[in-house]
């Protein structure tokens, strides 16, 4: 269950909303929450809620290109948070105008869906079939582009994992030739609980480890190899499956956390930060999202300089060769991750 791992809130307070005074974290009804010891105000995170439109036109369906991050660029059914005191329907039409110039007329629910892949927060999303009856087709307000795809020609770049699962639904309804893009934007969330925000690392090299150590998908092994580390490693090695980097396999991911781990150990890991190297082969930071952390606060790879500095110590030992060219946040590891997984969701038949 997502609730048992550690999923970002960038709205937790740290100072109490009635009194002022500073929070601690208590189990509140089966879950640690912040707490106030002064005057006993708890804090509740809560799922935010979306309305968006599924709009057909022309014998395609109408979508909305992201201007701005997380998922800057990717495509998305015209959508936004349902205001204090509005009615989902009401969002539905009011979102459609604002992002494609389209008046809508709201037919039926298509499905209502969750997903935990928007750093903001969590979200439930009601989809309705829409379809126009007025205004004319422009990208507004924070929308880039708007389009009308064929049912063959739906990005894989769908951006949150909640508007992927209602364009799955959608695409189902539209015969056998959207099967493979169906199976594309699944694929999308094979990567983890929640990617990019919550991922799979497959261990490959546990933290202490002295000789490398593969995957071998021929045989289904992971197999010593014949490299030998300049020290013993600081950090969990390992990938991200169902990702492909540039150099052709899967994106890898370093944990500089605690646990002991064995080869072949699959963690969930929240991403703090990016290593970039000179040749592209970029590195993911990440911390365990479970019980097993050392640093259950830190969102930030900033936030880690000693972890920061021991990474970059030793990658400077074991490849010389190859610089480090910077370092990127969180939210520019999710935009690695996310690209590496449209790239691996693409090569999908």
């Given at each position: 269950m997502l609730h048992e791992l550690i999923l970002p809130d960038p709205g937790e307070p740290a100072y109490c909303a009635r009194c002022g005074g500073p929070?601690?974290?208590?189990e509140r009804g089966g879950r640690q929450r912040p707490v106030c010891p002064a005057c006993g105000w708890v804090y509740y995170a809560k799922t935010a809620f979306g309305a968006a439109t599924a709009i057909e036109l022309d014998g395609g369906l109408v979508l909305v290109q992201r201007a701005y991050?997380?998922?800057?660029?990717?495509?998305?059914?015209?959508?936004?948070?349902?205001?204090?005191?509005?009615?989902?329907?009401?969002?539905?039409?009011?979102?459609?105008?604002?992002?494609?110039?389209?008046?809508v007329a709201l037919d039926d629910l298509l499905g209502l869906y969750f997903g935990a892949d928007d750093p903001r927060n969590p979200a439930h999303l009601a989809v309705y079939r829409a379809r126009a009856v007025g205004g004319a087709l422009r990208a507004a307000d924070d929308a880039r582009a708007v389009r009308?795809?064929?049912?063959?020609?739906?990005?894989?770049?769908?951006?949150?994992?909640?508007q992927r699962a209602a364009l799955r639904d959608w695409l189902a309804a539209q015969g056998t030739e959207a099967a493979p893009r169906t199976r594309q934007l699944a694929a999308l969330d094979l990567a983890g609980p929640a990617p990019p925000v919550l991922v799979h690392a497959v261990i490959e090299n546990p933290r202490g480890s002295t000789r490398r150590v593969r995957y071998d998908a021929a045989s289904g092994r992971f197999e010593p190899t014949s490299v030998a580390f300049p020290w013993p490693l600081p950090a969990h090695y390992g990938y991200i499956p169902a990702t492909l980097a540039v150099d052709g396999a899967a994106l890898d991911i370093v944990v500089p956390d605690g646990g002991v781990l064995s080869a072949g150990a699959v963690i969930v890991a929240r991403p703090v930060g990016v290593l970039y190297r000179a040749d592209g082969d970029h590195k993911i930071v990440a911390l365990r999202a479970d019980g097993g952390t050392a640093h259950p606060a830190v969102h930030e790879l900033a936030a880690l300089p000693a972890e920061r500095e021991a990474l970059a110590r030793w990658h400077a030992a074991f490849r010389p060769e190859v610089a480090i060219s910077g370092w990127g946040d969180a939210a520019a590891a999710r935009r690695t991750i996310a690209a590496a997984q449209a790239a691996w969701a693409a090569a999908r038949p």
């Open positions: 929070l601690v974290r208590q991050e997380p998922y800057a660029g990717w495509w998305m059914l015209p959508a936004g948070f349902v205001e204090y005191g509005e009615r989902a329907d009401e969002t539905a039409v009011r979102e459609a105008e604002e992002e494609t110039g389209l008046v009308v795809f064929r049912p063959e020609e739906v990005p894989v770049e769908a951006a949150f994992a909640g």
